[in-house]
Each structure stands twice: as structure tokens, then as C-alpha cells.
């Protein structure tokens, strides 16, 4: 029997089911956990910030369209969340001010032979430099390269056009890369 | 951060769903119910709706004002008429015209149909919405009608306020917008909209005139001017005006 989609069970919840939020708990504390860590680059606070988005989540599941996917929802929620600890943690100042890549529109570079290589190297690197990189183009490398995610969800977890996400993503691979500097990324 | 504080995080995690569920089952943490949510989206909807209304009759009202003072037929004289025409534009309006659309673009961020769009395009979307609404209703005769009623006193304060010289820029001093009244050998005698006062235009063959035009009594013209008497004023261009 096929497993019950992440829709179905938010479905449940919607319904009154509360005890089935806890199915889907455990279908995203880890990834929660590990978009937490790997963004806000290992947190004291991270299983706190982790059960705060599992609660906003629990408390806001009505506004959720079940005719749409889950996982870009709560990480809709989870970015509000880590954008909100970085914003405590900065003494001045917010984390994103007048976002430039947003301004103009952007054509999305055709994937080219030399996509897999450059692919293979970001993931090799990502491991070592990723805290490196500005939590502006950190954020988009992880929610690509770790959770996997494609532009279009990336999309609207950080509500960007599509285009910026892929300007976003060659920066911060181009940062990764100038930080590894010419030495071979992996061995 | 440390191993230490790495081992209390993972100690943390199987702890994470223990303590959501138990704050759901005990009452700690409920759900807010849909209404709310969709309360909260009929408002955004709403808001946006208004603020875009807004922007159609602020912008109609500016295109009114300058038709009126007959400022948006002189950029044609060159130079000199398009500083006419910008001392003649209502700046108050176009300030709060900028920022009622700042304030729909922040409303209508939230929408995935503006949020997938550069901030540059949804701008010019909305600036080419913006402006052509204002000028469907400015073709109209509303704003007419409504200047006519709070010329009467038949407006309502607010109104009567929008209408009135507040908003409007104080027309420029080398401006004169009338019908002419009647024919002289150097010119005509124009009187001004509200027939308060007439005007006397003198005409020389430096004066800029649209060719093929009969200034013939009873035409609406717009003339640009220096003074040279107390009624008298040596026109630089003349135009006729449709309003």
C-alpha cells in the first residue's frame, strides 16, 4: 500500500486529528534539524527554533492548501523562523535589506555539460565552506544541495521569482568556490 | 559550536515531537481556525483593492487638475512650456500617488502571481495598471461634474477639500486658460473658466500658433504669456483646448 502523502496527513490534522501532526513531525524533524543547522550554522538554540516551527506550524495548519505540497509550506515557516534568529542574533541592522536580486528580472543560465561537474564540486565543498558564504546566498545552497529542493520550490519557500534563485545559487557557488580557492575540493 | 552543545542538540531532537504533541493534547497550543485565516486574506484583498481605487482616482485627479489649469497642452511651446507644465503638476498628489503604490506592491507581495516577477516588473505592472485606470476615468466627465458641484457648495467637506485649491498646484503665473470672448486686431479677450475675470492676449508674429486654427469667439484656448499690463498679456504660444 502506498504511503500516506504529507497533503493527506495535514488533511487529517485540518479535520481535528491532531494526533496525526505527530506522523508529521517525524517526517520533518530531521530535515528541519538539518536545514536549521546547516543555515544558522549549528545553533545552541536549533531543536528550540526546530519545535517552534513545529508549533506555527501546528497553530497555522488551517491556512495551509492541501491542493498544494506540504514540504514548501513548512519551510516556508521554518525560513521565517531562521531569518527571525538571525535577525536576534545581529546587533544591528536586519539580515536582508533592499534585495538587488529581486530587482531586475533574470534569465535562468540552460544546464551545460559542465553542470554535473560544477554540481559535484559545489557538494564537495559545500561541507567545509558552507558557513563561509552570507546566510543570503547560504540559505538558497542548502535548501538546494541538501534538502534537494528544485527552483520552483525554493521559490516559494523564499518567495522569489524562479530567476533569482538560480542568481542566488550561482553566487553562492561562485563564493564557495573563490573561499575554496584553487586547491582541488576534494580528494 | 562545541561538541558539548552538538551532543545536547541531538539529546534534544526525539525530545522535539514528545513536547509538541503533549502541548496539542493538553490544550497549550491549538489551532487557529480557518475563518481566521480567511478573514485575514479577504482584508489583504480588500486593502489592496482600496489602495488601488485610490491610486485610479488620484491618478485621474491629477490628469484632471493639469486639463484644467490647460498645463497639458504647453509642453508643445518646448522648453519653457514643460517648465510651466512641471511647476503646474499637483506634487502632493504625485507624492501620495507613490506611495499608495509602494503600498500595493507590499500588499500584493504575499501573491505568487507577483512574487515569481522581479520587483522591477511587478512595479511597471502596476504603474501601467495604475495609469491606465486613471486616465478611463479621467476621460470621463466625473471629476468635471464633481469640481462643478464643489464649485456650487454642493460637496461635502472632504470632497469639497479635494476639489478645492489644496491639492491643486497654484497655477503658474504665465499660464492663462479661457474662452475667448471676443476678437481685437492685435489678439482677443479671453475670460478665465469660472468667468471671474477677462484677459486681453496680445498676438505678434513671434507668437506660436497651431496651424490651420480659427481662434474664433467661443473657443477654449490655453495661452502662455508674459504680463504686460494689468490685463493684458503678450502671448509666447497659443493652443486650443478641449475642455
Known sequence: MAEETDEAIALRVQAGDGEAFGELIERYQAKLSRYAHKFLLDPDDAADIVQDIFIKSYQNIQSFDATRRFSPWIYRIAHNEFVNALKKRQSRGTVFTIDFDTLFPHLTAPDTADSAAIERDTRASLDRYLDKVSPKYREPLVLYYLEEMDYKEISEILQIPVSTVGVRLARGRAALFKIAGPQPLYE | ?243
Not at chain 2, 500617488?97 to 512595479?123: D, G, M, P, T, W
Not at chain 2, 506660436?208 to 495661452?223: A, E, I, K, W, Y
Request: glycine share 8%; net charge positive.
Open chain 2, 1 to 243: 559550536m562545541n561538541d558539548d552543545t552538538r551532543q545536547q542538540n541531538t539529546e534534544k531532537t526525539p525530545a522535539i515531537r514528545r513536547s509538541v504533541m503533549d502541548a496539542i493534547v493538553k490544550g497549550r497550543v491549538t489551532m487557529r481556525p480557518r475563518w481566521h485565516f480567511i478573514l485575514i486574506s479577504a482584508l489583504v484583498a480588500v486593502g489592496a483593492l482600496f489602495v488601488l481605487l485610490s491610486l485610479f482616482y488620484m491618478v485621474s485627479l491629477s490628469v484632471f487638475f493639469l486639463h484644467d489649469s490647460g498645463a497639458w497642452l504647453i509642453p508643445s511651446f518646448g522648453g519653457r512650456g514643460w517648465f510651466s507644465f512641471l511647476r503646474s503638476i499637483p506634487w502632493l498628489l504625485v507624492f501620495l500617488i507613490v506611495v499608495f503604490a509602494v503600498l500595493l506592491e507590499v500588499l500584493v507581495r504575499r501573491y505568487a502571481f507577483v512574487y515569481r516577477k522581479s520587483l522591477l516588473l511587478s512595479a511597471a505592472i502596476i504603474v501601467v495598471i495604475i495609469f491606465l485606470g486613471g486616465f478611463l476615468i479621467a476621460a470621463t466627465p466625473f471629476h468635471r461634474q464633481m469640481a462643478f458641484y464643489a464649485d456650487h457648495n454642493e460637496l461635502p467637506p472632504p470632497l469639497a477639500f479635494v476639489y478645492g485649491a489644496s491639492f491643486r498646484a497654484p497655477p503658474p503665473p504665465d499660464v492663462y486658460h479661457g474662452i475667448i470672448l471676443a476678437t481685437t486686431t492685435g489678439g482677443f479677450i479671453i475670460v478665465d473658466q469660472n468667468g471671474a475675470g477677462t484677459t486681453t492676449v496680445r498676438i505678434n508674429d513671434r507668437t506660436r500658433l497651431p496651424d490651420g486654427v480659427d481662434f474664433s469667439v467661443g473657443t477654449n484656448v490655453v495661452v502662455v504669456g508674459d504680463r504686460v499690463g494689468s490685463s493684458t498679456v503678450q502671448a509666447f504660444g497659443v493652443r486650443e483646448s478641449d475642455e
